[in-house]
């Protein structure tokens, strides 16, 4: 009795701790509400503007899953380009999500498949580097604390496409109100803070200098979605050549 | 129902899904060489400088800084934010009303 009675309080202990985590993950993603919200609101009215229906701009976003993809789907949607070509674009233009999705692994080893794949799934931009930034600063990542900054990400990205495209019909450029600039600003304001909050400053202006000068080059040749796959992966090998 | 679209929809999905998963899970299972982890932690930076990169310095898959002459302005006071406040909601909103105030102007 008194073992079930003790074990039954370790769950509720647990529960509640479960809870608080979750809870701690959907604060923690409260920064990149406005940026998503103006970036989903922008997805909404081209969506929109190239002809896509309510139940298809939000089925994109439940599905895709992917600001800067979504963007040039929906513009290649209304060139009518081939469908295979359209799905080859959003592969190369999402496929940084494989490395940032193994740069997350390391704090997951002790998790099951299951709980692995339900982080997985809604991984992106935001979220990733969020939780890079919590990995950093605790050297661990709580497995319900990534659930609730995932959904709350992904909850946010869905209404704001949807209101998006309801003000598709009144405003028909999304650019009018710089809404297309939050992102770029929200980049800005992630790779401050990382750099603040990891490295040595020496190392990572090496590493970006590195980067940007990787895409610059790059784009000479090949499109800038696969320019920023050789980027993130030149940058980092510098970042492990050079010493502190 | 538009098949066209929504082809598109479900093959999307599956692509995107794809790379966000498969490391994570079989990742999380390997050990992982000590040069591969330091590799991994550098990621995140470098993936943000060349998106920011995107941003501000191309159109259209092309390097052009004219095409981004207003946009490279803005990204001034930005960044200046960024680094005096480190608070991410103001850098976005300092972003996008700098941007407007340009694109009004010009």
């Not at chain 2, 002459?69 to 001034?76: D, G, Q, R, T, V």
Request: aromatic share 10%.
């Amino acid at each position: 009795m008194e073992v079930k009675e003790r074990s039954q309080k370790a769950l509720e202990i647990g529960g509640k701790a479960n809870i608080y985590y979750f809870v701690q993950g959907v604060k923690d993603c409260i920064p990149t509400i406005f940026g998503y919200l103006s970036i989903g609101f922008a997805c909404g009215i081209l969506s929109k503007s190239c002809g896509l229906t309510f139940a298809e701009a939000i089925g994109m976003s439940i599905f895709v899953y992917a600001g800067s993809a979504q963007f040039i789907a929906s513009s290649m949607i209304l060139s009518n380009a081939s469908i295979v070509n359209i799905i080859a674009t959003i592969f190369f233009v999402n496929f940084r999500h494989l490395f940032m999705s193994a740069a997350l692994a390391p704090y997951f080893k002790k998790n099951s498949f299951l709980k692995n794949l339900s982080i997985g799934v809604l991984l992106t931009d935001e979220t990733f580097l969020v939780a890079a930034a919590e990995g950093f600063n605790r050297k661990k990542i709580n497995y319900f604390w990534m659930i609730g900054l995932n959904i709350t990400a992904y909850l946010n990205w869905i209404v704001a496409t949807g209101i998006g495209v309801i003000l598709g019909s009144i405003i028909p450029d999304y650019k009018v109100f710089g809404l297309d600039f939050a992102l770029t600003a929200m980049f800005i304001g992630l790779l401050i803070s990382s750099i603040k909050g990891s490295l040595k400053i020496n190392k990572a202006i090496i590493i970006i200098i590195t980067s940007i000068i990787t895409l610059i080059l790059s784009t000479q040749i090949v499109s800038t979605s696969v320019g920023i796959i050789i980027a993130a992966i030149i940058g980092a090998l510098i970042g492990v050549v050079i010493k502190e | 129902m538009n098949l066209y679209v929504w082809s598109v929809i479900i093959g999307g999905c599956i692509v995107t899904v794809l790379p966000r998963v498969l490391p994570i899970t079989v990742l999380s299972k390997i050990k992982l060489n000590k040069n591969v982890e330091e590799f991994l932690t550098y990621i995140p930076i470098s993936i943000l400088a060349a998106l920011i990169a995107v941003e501000l310095l191309t159109v259209n898959n092309k390097i052009s800084i004219e095409g981004n002459s207003l946009e490279l302005i803005a990204a001034i006071p930005t960044v200046l934010i960024a680094i005096k406040k480190n608070n991410l909601l103001l850098t976005v909103i300092v972003g996008i009303v700098s941007i407007a105030i340009l694109r009004f102007l010009f």
